[in-house]
């Protein structure tokens, strides 16, 4: 079975420090791996995917995620925040079959200026 | 760029209204799913498809039926609206395949009251 755990239903920041979002999965198969953004009243659009190629992936807009098998983990990151990453951040696992995924509950992403 | 378009960004309902969601994608997806997304719950699917008249229960059918006559719009009726099917609803598509994200259309928040 698989399922996604994202811990901090909201962060907060002061802009320019790092941003942080942790996503633990679970998985029974060789996990596919997502992060999603959503700013307020839109749909989500995706920020980055892991699929078995290199660990370390960068996305749009700075962000970048590293696989960790051995942890189960694959947090997100940016070395430097700006106000307009402020939004709701998801990760998400992929099913095997149907392209069916598993969402995170979601963490909340507060810049302060 | 692929484009899923959702039929009403707001929509307000009475109880025990029948509902109509509808969502249309224009890249000749395969996929399309039905998420509920609540506060601290993430986005949950209720159902999905993966070709013209075929659906799959998600995880959270109860209350909701689909249909799916063409293969770019997907649609989610609600038979008889209830209080606790306020929510935002957000439609999704994608390709066939683990590796493929999901595109995801704006959004459709329904309250009913």
């Known amino acids: 079975a698989q399922s996604v755990t994202q811990l901090g239903s909201h962060v907060s920041v002061s802009e320019g420090a790092l941003v942080l979002l942790r996503c633990n999965y679970s998985?029974?198969?060789?996990?596919?791996l997502f992060w999603y953004v959503q700013y307020p009243n839109q749909g989500l659009q995706l920020l980055l995917k892991?699929?078995?190629?290199?660990?370390l992936v960068k996305g749009i807009n700075g962000f970048e995620a590293e696989f960790k098998k051995s942890e189960t983990s694959f947090h997100l990151t940016k070395p430097s925040a700006h106000m307009s990453d402020a939004a709701e951040y998801f990760c998400?696992?992929?099913?095997?079959?149907?392209?069916?995924?598993?969402f995170g509950s979601g963490t909340k992403l507060n810049v302060k200026p | 760029d692929v484009k899923v378009t959702q039929s009403s960004r707001y929509l307000v309902k009475r109880t025990g209204e029948k509902v109509f969601l509808e969502c249309v994608q224009d890249?000749?997806?395969?996929?399309m799913f039905w998420y509920r997304q609540d506060p601290g719950l993430g986005l949950r699917l209720i159902y999905f498809?993966?070709?013209?008249?075929?659906?799959e229960k998600g995880d959270i059918p109860e209350g909701y039926s689909v249909s799916r006559e063409k293969k770019e719009r997907f649609s989610l009726i609600l038979e008889s609206a209830s209080t606790n099917q306020t929510s935002m609803y957000l439609c999704?598509?994608?390709?066939?395949?683990?590796?493929?994200?999901?595109?995801f259309g704006p959004g459709t928040r329904l309250t009913v009251t």
């Open positions: 998400a696992v992929s099913h095997p079959n149907f392209n069916k995924f598993y």
């Open positions: 890249m000749d997806h395969e996929n």
């Open positions: 998985s029974s198969v060789p996990p596919y």
């Open positions: 892991y699929t078995s190629a290199a660990t």
């Open positions: 498809s993966y070709d013209v008249k075929m659906k």
């Open positions: 999704a598509s994608s390709t066939s395949g683990t590796l493929y994200e999901q595109y």
